[in-house]
């Protein structure tokens, strides 16, 4: 550990200078205009596997974004860590409410402002700097593999294919993942499932153009009306979703799983000062930690239609539309939901207007196990490094490759996060603490001595 802790401290300043030049990358994947900073990032990425000491490595072009990967393999008889992360990031908008520009990271009480900060590159970037640790000290215990991505933030479209058509290359003992958070360093945590991910736009279509309000207002119906009556509709009044058979699939927990699941750290009142609400709103019958982690929930991702710009425009619009994602628990499926949710929308739509249920990407909700060699080695990780027992957690977000590299590759995953839920992912001011970046380098070659040893 003090062989580890010495190569972080004689390098933190060159490990925090490459991830600034990481983030300075604007790899907004779901934008088509960022393309060739895309494409940089991916190159920068490849660039720094090869100076840590991977070799094969290789942009591995798909229809979309490339794939990096890399590899280090010292004995095929030695056991395997895949990692995965991804270089791509949200879009940055609301720009006007960021402190400081999105692609210029910052620093703030000792915390890094850029984003991507913390989804996912400062996370991804430990792996490497790891790597490098182990490589330079030759301390390297096991085989390693990287593939680090370029679309995950759109829905990894590309991925599955890559994976059905790589599955020896990929061949390995367990996925190693940090796109997740810890509760704090004070309370570490390992998140022991994620949920599932079903995206849908829905539009609705009233009038052949938008109207003048006075002239046709009252005469015909107001496509934004219809669309806020329906989305109201989806949740009762003790915030259950009223879509007929929505939780029918749905693995409820035990009583002493929930009950354990509550022991984690939680106070309500600095939750609602964080979040700057005076109450919280959910599903009545479960507590914060429950809803964000093993309930089912739909919210509204965005919604527009009309005019929108500066001062007033008397129109009664077109048309009307709304994003909408919906997070599944074990045991639903999202193709399933997808098709409850669109055939509802369709049926309570009044017939003065038209509806069109559009979805976009999808994953499975999942269960990782605690049993496991590897969940064992990420605990020893952590309790070495932290000096605590980690708190199992369930994870409220969605990582949809994690189901698909049980489904090919045959292999489970360890999700071992070093951001925090107040990291502002998706949103303005992203960001990831230093002391977090630096512990995460710290910790990751743990869990592979760790693995390598329990895996004899």
Not at 58 to 86: F, M, N, R, S, W
Not at 369 to 384: G, V
């Amino acid at each position: 550990m003090q062989e580890i802790k010495k190569y972080v401290s004689d390098n933190q300043q060159r490990f925090l200078d490459e991830l600034f030049e990481l983030l300075r990358y604007p790899s907004v994947s779901a934008d088509p205009k960022y393309k060739e900073d895309v494409l940089k990032t991916a190159d920068y990425v490849a660039d720094k596997l090869k100076e840590a000491g991977a070799d094969q490595v290789e942009v591995c072009q798909t229809a979309g974004y490339p794939i990096i990967y890399g590899e280090k393999i010292i004995d095929p008889d030695k056991p395997t860590v895949l990692v995965y992360g991804h270089y791509d990031v949200q879009p940055p908008d609301p720009l006007e409410l960021w402190k400081t520009p999105p692609f210029e990271p910052t620093v703030r009480d000792g915390k890094i402002y850029a984003r991507g900060a913390c989804d996912d590159k400062g996370q991804f970037y430990m792996h490497v700097k790891a790597f490098e640790l182990m490589m330079r000290t030759n301390t390297l215990p096991c085989n390693i593999k990287f593939m680090i991505e370029g679309e995950e933030e759109v829905g990894s479209n590309n991925l599955g294919i890559f994976v059905k058509d790589n599955k020896e290359r990929l061949k390995s003992d367990v996925v190693l993942i940090s796109d997740t958070s810890m509760i704090s360093l004070d309370h570490p945590s390992l998140e022991t499932g994620l949920r599932g991910l079903s995206y849908i736009e829905v539009e609705v279509t009233g009038p052949n153009r938008d109207l003048h309000s006075g002239v046709y207002g009252g005469a015909v119906a107001n496509p934004a009306t219809i669309l806020a009556k329906l989305i109201a509709s989806l949740h009762d009044e003790n915030n259950h979703i009223q879509i007929p058979g929505f939780y029918d699939d749905v693995l409820a927990l035990s009583e002493q799983e929930r009950e354990d699941l509550n022991k984690a750290p939680y106070d309500e009142e600095e939750y609602k000062k964080d979040l700057g609400v005076d109450e919280l709103w959910g599903e009545k019958g479960y507590t914060t930690l429950e809803r964000t982690g093993t309930r089912p929930t739909l919210e509204v991702n965005g919604i527009w239609g009309g005019y929108i710009g500066e001062g007033a425009k008397t129109v009664l619009p077109s048309k009307a539309n709304a994003k909408i994602s919906m997070r599944l628990v074990p045991n639903q499926q999202s193709e399933k939901i997808t098709k409850l949710f669109t055939d509802h929308f369709q049926k309570i739509a009044p017939k003065n207007v038209k509806v069109t249920v559009t979805p976009h990407h999808g994953g499975e909700p999942v269960v990782t196990p605690t049993d496991s060699i590897a969940y064992k080695a990420a605990q020893k990780a952590i309790f070495d490094s932290f000096g605590k027992e980690p708190i199992p957690t369930r994870g409220g977000g969605s990582i949809p490759i994690v189901a698909l590299f049980e489904k090919e590759l045959g292999i489970k995953t360890v999700l071992m996060g070093f951001g925090l839920d107040s990291d502002n992912l998706h949103s303005p001011n992203e960001k990831y603490d230093i002391a977090n970046y630096y512990k995460g380098i710290e910790t990751i070659p743990l869990f592979h001595k760790y693995f390598a040893e329990l895996s004899k």
